[in-house]
């Protein structure tokens, strides 16, 4: 039992509390300047052969996982639970106390305290609740003889503020653990007109079944004029035994989500590649084909030739392209595009709108966390804690009233758990109501 009794204490001290956290800011200020999840190699050549056998045996390339933080959270969790089991008792007696049970001696000794003495009943105190309502307090009132205590308290649940934060970093410990054990992150490149149903771990790279197909119907992108990117965004359908589940177009910082599962656009890649749009004007036939650079390709029905023959570039990125086009036996004719345009040709009696653009993948983040919304809770409770912790105040405050041969006796007292100068106005306020109904 006092070997019990001595774990209690220990779980359950402030020393403990302050250690703990200050260890967690520290370790996570480490696991900021080492770059997390690189390959063993990456560390030798940065640090050094021994200093990477280090990080190694301590699992600082993978700190937020190793067993050492995943200890230091545990004891946080632990001193939590048990400083506020041990602590809430005292705290729920304060607040469910029967403060009509104080002593009028009590109310005299209090830091907040004053007396007046009258020679006989005051009419404008003859009704101390109406007094008191005046100063902003609704009182309960007991009466023992000739006695009268009043009693009115403000904000009594602001006590439990601390502990609503212990529960709510619980929560958030919570909502972390269920989102590493069900939930996954990944990635997966989609390049335009495919679709995929597998995402890749971005862990070991191992494939996760998504449950449905995610197509990249296309892909857009703009460029500064010093040639960064500025904007690109992804058309991407969901799709499930060929029913069109879902669309939506993305871009940075603006994903989709579908059953749990949010597709942030993170990066693309370039092809050499192209996608042409080919349009008969008569009929409004409309038929797309993916070309290779410098290969032929044939719409069969329409009699079609084309393909690319030159095109200029930036880097990766393709500005503009030549394309021919024939009909037949008719001469081809070469047209000049500037990517993603498109134009007008007449070939064979005919007229077509043709439009070319390089074809692009489409890189995606892949994230599940059902645990999310657990940390959400978390974070709102952790805001109403503060609030209450911080904000709030305990405030609670006696008049009595006592009548004897002598005249009338009237001791007013409070008191505060915090803030003491904003009580002390309050009280002050509440004596010169009294003050003002005393001398009419």
Not at 46 to 59: C, E, S
Not at 161 to 181: C, E, K, N, P, T
Request: aromatic share 12%.
């Amino acid at each position: 039992m006092k070997l019990f009794n001595q774990l209690w204490a220990f779980f359950a001290s402030v020393k403990l509390a302050i250690f703990t956290l200050c260890s967690l800011a520290v370790t996570s200020i480490i696991g900021t300047v080492i770059r997390q999840g690189e390959p063993y190699s990456f560390y030798v050549t940065k640090y050094g052969a021994k200093t990477a056998q280090f990080f190694h045996i301590l699992d600082i390339p993978e700190m937020y996982y190793s067993w050492w933080f995943l200890g230091l959270l545990g004891i946080l969790s632990t001193n939590l639970i048990i400083c506020s089991l041990d602590r809430i008792p005292a705290v729920l007696r304060i607040i469910n106390a029967d403060n009509l049970a104080v002593s009028p001696d009590r109310i005299k000794k209090m830091a907040h305290s004053r007396e007046w003495r009258l020679s006989a009943d005051h009419p404008d105190l003859a009704d101390l609740s109406a007094l008191l309502k005046k100063g902003g307090w609704n009182a309960d009132v007991r009466t023992q003889g000739r006695s009268e205590l009043y009693f009115s308290q403000k904000n009594r649940w602001s006590r439990l503020g601390v502990y609503i934060v212990h529960l709510s970093i619980l929560v958030i410990f919570i909502g972390a653990i269920i989102g590493h054990f069900l939930g996954f992150k990944g990635s997966v490149m989609i390049p335009e007109l495919r679709s995929t149903a597998i995402a890749y771990s971005a862990k070991d790279s191992s494939p996760i079944a998504l449950g449905f197909e995610v197509r990249n119907d296309s892909f857009g992108i703009e460029f500064y004029e010093n040639g960064m990117p500025k904007v690109y965004r992804s058309s991407l359908t969901v799709l499930a035994d060929g029913q069109v589940l879902e669309q939506k177009d993305i871009e940075v910082n603006d994903p989709l989500t579908y059953r749990g599962i949010t597709f942030y656009q993170s990066s693309y890649e370039a092809y050499k590649e192209f996608i042409f749009n080919i349009t008969e004007t008569t009929t409004g036939e409309v038929k797309q084909f993916v070309l290779p650079f410098q290969q032929q390709m044939t719409w069969d029905d329409k009699q079609l030739q084309f393909g690319i023959i030159n095109a200029e570039a930036i880097g990766q990125r393709v500005v503009r392209s030549k394309v021919w086009f024939k009909t037949g036996d008719t001469p081809a004719t070469v047209h000049w595009l500037d990517d993603n345009a498109s134009t007008s040709i007449s070939s064979g009696g005919k007229e077509y709108v043709l439009k070319v653009k390089q074809m692009y993948a489409t890189g995606l983040q892949v994230a599940k966390d059902p645990g999310v919304w657990v940390v959400y809770l978390g974070c709102g409770l952790m805001l109403l804690g503060l609030y209450m912790a911080f904000f709030l105040t305990h405030k609670r405050i006696w008049l009595y009233k006592h009548v004897d041969a002598d005249g009338t006796t009237l001791n007013l007292g409070g008191s505060s758990n915090k803030n003491k100068p904003a009580f002390a106005k309050l009280f002050n306020q509440l004596e010169n109501i009294i003050d003002s109904a005393n001398t009419q």
